[in-house]
């Protein structure tokens, strides 16, 4: 396996708050990595720093063992890191495709990124909505949505932050197995507060709390973690 992204001892404070403490991790090519942990545990500023948004205070990070830290987001995205945002920002007043078509980078031809729009919302299961006003989409077709727009940029790196959030149970397990499906497309980091919810498709995690990693491994090595049961499954300090 390839290594795809690589973070080596990360830290990011913001004046006197220090939001993601000394986080390292290593994604292989086709890996579903799920990150999980309380609001305010550091998941999305990590997701910033991974994609360009945020500077580490200190730390690296390579993409397919490329030093990217000093670079900006856009030369990472067009480097192959694509990302959802945690509240949904679709142009509600253009149709589903023109959405994604507006996601696309310039490119060979009008004719071509049509079909291409096309390609992807069938597989994200919104074909059938291309034509319609983006506004009309229920919550669970936008999350797809902005998934499809993420992936016109036909990232090697796909960062989903909180994608299950606000949606129904069958909502829910619709958009997991969706998100395993892409992991023939594209390594995936799935960002969730719930670990019990994604842990079942995910193929490694890692828990945070407080800006630090308190447990990683193997979905079952994160379900036996005191810690995690303790914080996370339910279960009452022994
Ligand atoms: N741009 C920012 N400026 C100041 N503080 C921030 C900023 N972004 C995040 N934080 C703080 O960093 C901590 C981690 O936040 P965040 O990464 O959003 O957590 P999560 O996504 O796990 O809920 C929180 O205390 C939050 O208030
Ligand atoms: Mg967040």
Do not use: W
């Not at 309380?38 to 990070?61: D, E, V």
């Not at 000093?70 to 945002?85: D, H, L, V, Y």
């Amino acid at each position: 396996m390839s290594g795809i992204l690589t973070v080596v001892d990360a830290h990011k404070r913001f004046g006197g708050i220090h939001a993601v403490r000394g986080v390292s991790l290593a994604l292989n090519s086709g890996e579903l990595l799920g990150l999980f942990g309380p609001n305010g545990a550091g998941k999305t500023t990590l997701f910033n720093m991974i994609a360009g948004l945020y500077p580490p205070t200190s730390g690296r990070i390579e993409l397919a063992s490329r030093d990217v830290t000093r670079e900006p987001a856009f030369r990472r995205a067009r480097a192959g890191i694509g990302r959802t945002f945690q509240v949904c920002r679709p142009f509600r007043g253009l149709t589903v495709a023109e959405n994604v078509l507006a996601a696309i980078p310039p490119g060979s031809g009008v004719g071509d990124d049509r079909a291409r729009a096309r390609e992807i919302l069938d597989a994200v299961g919104l074909l059938p909505k291309a034509e319609d006003a983006a506004g009309s989409l229920t919550l669970g077709m936008l999350k797809r949505l902005e998934v499809a727009r993420a992936l016109a940029l036909e990232p090697k790196l796909l960062l989903l932050d909180e994608p299950l959030a606000g949606l129904t149970a069958s909502e829910t397990s619709d958009l997991l197995g969706f998100i395993q499906g892409l992991k023939a497309r594209a390594s995936i980091i799935l960002v969730d507060h719930n670990v019990r919810q994604s842990l079942g498709v995910c193929d490694r995690a890692i828990v945070m709390d407080a800006g630090a990693v308190i447990a990683s491994g193997s979905p079952d090595t994160i379900r036996r973690d005191p810690g995690v049961r303790r914080a996370y499954l339910g279960e009452s300090a022994a």
